[in-house]
């Protein structure tokens, strides 16, 4: 915990970072809460920046704490507040980044738990099968779904999954505003560290 720093942000591919270490990536549709997982992953108000509006982070963001372990924040994909010139050009570098990234270990690919998985989800999910990059669903907003909803929303998620060649099998239930699933995150992210 502590001592995390943001690193360097990127709009294309040419100005990513090099790769040092390992990378955990947050993916998930515009406004589902990925920046405020960050925040509450590593116990900060504003380590990333946070909006009720869809489309607010721009940049494939790196941040580096301690360890070997770099997180990063993507801009959404999906519908957002801006041009549909920005949005097709990040979800572009979504998947570049996502194909190509030799030192990304596990994407957590964030859903909305009131939502479930969209066909706007389908695309990013294809893109990491095909790359065989290991990806975990995590649903976010937990504290805005009933308990037997949130039961429901789990076992069909699990069942979408199912037959996918690169989907890691066990779910991740989170609510960045109540702390839920942070202790399963972080021993999780211990784990691909071990790895
Ligand atoms: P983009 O950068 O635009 O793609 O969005 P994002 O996925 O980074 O979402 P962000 O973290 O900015 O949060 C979007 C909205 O969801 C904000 O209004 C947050 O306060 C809200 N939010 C995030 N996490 C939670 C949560 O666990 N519970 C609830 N109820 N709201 C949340
Ligand atoms: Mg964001």
């Given at each position: 915990?502590?001592?995390?720093?943001?690193?360097?942000?990127?709009?294309?591919?040419?100005?990513l970072?090099?790769?040092?270490?390992?990378?955990?990536?947050?993916?998930?549709?515009?406004?589902?809460?990925?920046s405020?997982l960050?925040?509450?992953?590593?116990?900060?108000?504003?380590?990333?920046?946070?909006?009720?509006?869809?489309?607010?982070?721009?940049?494939?963001?790196?941040?580096t704490?301690k360890?070997?372990?770099?997180?990063?924040?993507?801009?959404?994909?999906?519908?957002?507040?801006?041009?549909?010139?920005?949005?097709?050009a990040w979800?572009?570098?979504?998947?570049?980044y996502?194909?190509?990234?030799?030192?990304?270990?596990?994407?957590?690919?964030?859903?909305?738990a009131?939502?479930?998985?969209?066909?706007?989800?389908?695309?990013?999910?294809?893109?990491l099968?095909?790359?065989?990059?290991?990806?975990?669903?995590?649903?976010?907003?937990?504290?805005?779904v009933?308990?037997?909803?949130?039961?429901r929303?789990?076992?069909?998620?699990?069942?979408?999954?199912?037959?996918?060649?690169?989907?890691?099998?066990?779910l991740?239930?989170?609510?960045?505003?109540?702390?839920?699933?942070?202790?399963?995150?972080?021993?999780?992210?211990?784990?691909?560290?071990?790895?």
């Amino acid at each position: 915990a502590g001592a995390w720093d943001f690193r360097s942000a990127a709009n294309t591919l040419e100005a990513l970072p090099p790769p040092e270490g390992i990378e955990i990536a947050l993916a998930g549709r515009s406004n589902v809460g990925k920046s405020s997982l960050i925040n509450a992953l590593t116990n900060r108000n504003a380590l990333a920046r946070t909006s009720h509006t869809p489309g607010r982070t721009q940049e494939l963001i790196f941040f580096t704490g301690k360890t070997p372990l770099t997180l990063v924040d993507m801009p959404g994909y999906g519908y957002a507040a801006v041009s549909d010139k920005k949005v097709k050009a990040w979800t572009r570098l979504i998947h570049d980044y996502l194909r190509g990234r030799v030192n990304l270990a596990r994407v957590f690919v964030l859903i909305d738990a009131r939502h479930g998985l969209k066909t706007t989800d389908d695309a990013v999910l294809k893109t990491l099968d095909q790359a065989a990059v290991v990806y975990q669903i995590v649903l976010t907003k937990a504290d805005e779904v009933k308990a037997a909803e949130l039961e429901r929303r789990v076992a069909e998620t699990k069942e979408k999954i199912s037959r996918r060649p690169a989907a890691f099998p066990e779910l991740i239930v989170t609510s960045s505003r109540e702390g839920t699933g942070m202790d399963v995150l972080r021993s999780t992210i211990a784990q691909i560290l071990a790895e």
